[in-house]
């Protein structure tokens, strides 16, 4: 199995929702990251966790709030989210820390901002 | 940390060589070259890395200089669906992280 497995597909949400994305991997990976992606723009670092515990935060704000309930699965939770939030969440999973370690994307959550 | 320059877009005729350039002359000694692309809304496909030497996989070959500061990507008999946006990334060794830079828009056509 090297599939990286998000869901919802696509979710559409009002600015006061509470809302989760859910990503999961079996590959036995330790690494796990969060992008954000606009439309015709590259995707942008969000989060990443190393061994279940918060590694990089790059400055998202706290209506953003990332989860590594275990070593597979990693939640973003979403509360009073802005329209200019609206873009495609990618996941990714590595094996380990090095720079060696390729990444293995999921196919997103196509976010809607209503 | 080491940034990357791609030229924003190129076209190549089906069944001859892609040839993808890409510069990263603020390369470090230990960074690997990445190179991944992206098919309109879905997520980024591996497709090679490198470190020094010349690699070679069922999709691609990458190519870097011997000086490290720059590689070519090359597909060698594009297809249609070979069209996508192509992300040449420096893995910066500290932070295992990855940063996308602006990538390569190619059209491949028949």
């Known amino acids: 199995d090297t599939e990286v497995t998000q869901t919802p597909k696509h979710l559409v949400m009002g600015m006061t929702n509470k809302k989760s994305l859910k990503c999961e991997q079996h590959m036995g990976h330790r690494a796990m990251y969060w992008y954000k992606q606009k439309a015709k723009k590259p995707p942008e670092l969000m989060f990443v966790?190393?061994?279940?515990?918060?590694?990089i935060n790059e400055s998202v704000p706290s209506r953003f709030s990332p989860e590594c309930p275990n070593s597979s699965l990693l939640n973003l939770h979403l509360h009073a989210l802005q329209p200019e939030d609206s873009a495609l969440y990618l996941c990714a999973s590595s094996r380990g820390l090095g720079s060696n370690e390729k990444l293995f994307f999921g196919s997103g959550t196509q976010l809607s901002v209503l | 940390d080491a940034k990357t320059t791609q030229p924003p877009s190129m076209d190549c005729a089906e069944g001859r060589a892609a040839n993808l350039p890409c510069n990263h002359s603020t390369i470090s000694g230990n960074e690997y070259v990445y190179w991944y692309r992206q098919i309109h809304s879905q997520g980024p496909q591996y497709i090679i890395h490198?470190?020094?030497n010349n690699e070679t996989n069922e999709m691609a070959s990458l190519i870097i200089t011997e000086d490290r500061k720059s590689s070519t990507l090359i597909l060698p008999h594009a297809t249609l669906r070979d069209t996508a946006v192509y992300y040449c990334i420096v893995r910066v060794a500290r932070n295992n992280d990855m940063r996308f830079g602006a990538g390569t828009r190619l059209t491949v056509k028949p």
């Open positions: 490198g470190l020094k």
């Open positions: 966790y190393s061994y279940e515990k918060l590694s």
